[in-house]
């Protein structure tokens, strides 16, 4: 008895997806601190603090290292921070509801894709892709104020909900739920749109009306045209207009395959060191000869599909690609019903499952680590305080993080991010101080290094010095 809901428990994914959800609650409401791309998450959280206090009009979104310009700006569609914005009407501004908002929508983001991968396969593949999908670089970023996990689970939601559509009687209710998803996911994230290529597989066994199938491809064709207005015309139209380029919108393919080809060890492990680690991708390349040797050609087709699409997104990223890990998000889902396969073949369950309990425990334990902040990255904490004694929250500044957004966020100011080169160059602040400077503040630890200034000191201390120039 006792073993046997005990092995219920263990091939319950809402039981997997509630205790990952409860760990990543670790730290929730810290500051976008940690080591990992806290420079993203500050550039997210700046655009929803300026909707709730400067203008919540969400076309023009406005990040605060633009200098003496508005901050408007083209960047991917502010749908997180909106939403970040919205509760922060209810209950006041506070960057951690951007942590909850995707660790919400991130774990129904694996539940729909478990319910998916079980209509379309079998429940124990489905089970086995979700819990190394649970342990991949999901687990943190699931975690971070950032659109990526955020986005892909949308597209996941919309994706089962249309096979749902599809595949069972009446319902048309579920075709409205696939378009929103569709829609706002590959609005929020461009790239989460690699999973679109498991559409064409959708319909295959369905016994339901062609006019159904139509319906469908209509409502993901309209659901992509919004991205495609705002990534190809809204985005430069707001750069060009205010004068300030933030977004990257890629290289030309040639130009990106060259230099993802010069650096080929780092975008090798991009697949097998940072999505999976390596336990998982062992069983992602035993999953591939399997599928090969056992003629699975609707899985074969789905992984070159998706993988073509997803060739491009690296190729239009460049040598950015082996930069940033959180690009390889939207095509983990799929690397992850590879692995299961390979797994969900082993005949003797306990050695399937104690394979999955060591990749879940690499995956783990090699990230960690990230809901950790140094006690040091802390002290940026005091900038807007300090500030705040010296002057008004309307003053420019200019900090020594080179292109760290971080530390501006944490002044709560608008202003500049240069090195210490540029800072030191009394012509560039002279020019600065005829558009509105009126400090300039000197990391000495953490995004900066200290360095000598002869202008007057108006704040000094370990961590930082403020000058008045």
Not at 49 to 68: L, Q, S
Request: charged share 15%; net charge positive; proline share 4%.
């Amino acid at each position: 008895m006792k073993r046997s809901l005990f092995y219920a428990f263990l091939t319950d994914i809402r039981f997997w997806i509630m205790l990952f959800f409860v760990v990543r609650l670790t730290g929730i409401t810290q500051p976008p601190l940690e080591i990992a791309h806290n420079w993203r998450q500050t550039t997210v959280t700046m655009v929803a603090r300026n909707f709730f206090e400067t203008d919540a009009n969400i076309f023009y979104p406005r990040i605060d290292i633009a200098g003496e310009k508005s901050g408007i700006t083209g960047m991917e569609f502010p749908l997180l921070n909106y939403l970040i914005y919205l509760v922060s009407l209810l209950l006041g501004y506070d960057h951690w509801y951007g942590r909850l908002i995707n660790l919400l929508v991130s774990s129904a983001g694996v539940y729909t894709f478990y319910g998916l991968v079980k209509q379309m396969k079998s429940e124990r593949l489905a089970l086995f892709a979700s819990l190394i999908l649970l342990c991949s670089l999901w687990f943190t970023y699931s975690r971070k104020i950032m659109p990526d996990t955020f986005a892909v689970s949308l597209v996941l939601i919309g994706l089962h909900a249309g096979y749902s559509f599809l595949h069972k009687p009446g319902r048309y209710w579920l075709l409205a739920v696939s378009f929103t998803a569709l829609f706002a996911g590959i609005l929020a994230k461009l790239p989460a749109a690699v999973l679109l290529a498991v559409i064409p597989f959708l319909g295959f066994g369905s016994q339901w009306e062609m006019k159904k199938r139509v319906m469908f491809a209509f409502s993901v064709a309209f659901a992509l045209l919004p991205a495609a207005w705002w990534y190809f015309y809204w985005v430069p139209y707001l750069n060009t207009h205010y004068g300030l380029t933030h977004f990257f919108m890629g290289k030309d393919l040639v130009t990106g395959a060259a230099e993802l080809l010069e650096r080929w060890p780092l975008t090798a492990s991009m697949f097998y060191e940072t999505s999976m680690k390596f336990i998982a991708f062992g069983a992602f390349i035993s999953g591939l000869i399997l599928m090969i040797l056992k003629r699975e050609k609707l899985f074969l087709l789905f992984f070159v599909f998706s993988l073509l699409a997803f060739v491009v997104i690296m190729m239009k990223a460049g040598e950015t690609f082996t930069r940033h890990s959180y690009y390889m998000i939207p095509f983990i889902p799929v690397m992850a019903v590879v692995a299961a396969y390979a797994i969900a073949m082993i005949p003797n369950r306990k050695i399937a499952w104690v394979i999955i309990g060591l990749i879940m425990l690499e995956g783990v334990l090699n990230q960690q680590h990230d809901f950790r902040i140094k006690q040091q990255e802390m002290a940026l904490l005091k900038l807007e305080a300090v500030l705040d004694q010296l002057g008004t929250r309307n003053d420019l500044v200019v900090i020594n993080s080179g292109e760290y957004p971080t530390p501006m966020y944490f002044a709560h100011r608008k202003g500049w991010v240069e090195d210490n080169s540029r800072i030191a160059d009394s012509s560039y602040i002279a020019d600065l101080h005829s558009k509105g400077l009126k400090y300039i503040i000197v990391l000495k630890k953490v995004f900066g290094t200290t360095m000598p200034l002869d202008y007057m000191k108006m704040y000094d201390a370990d961590e930082f010095t403020v000058y008045k120039p």
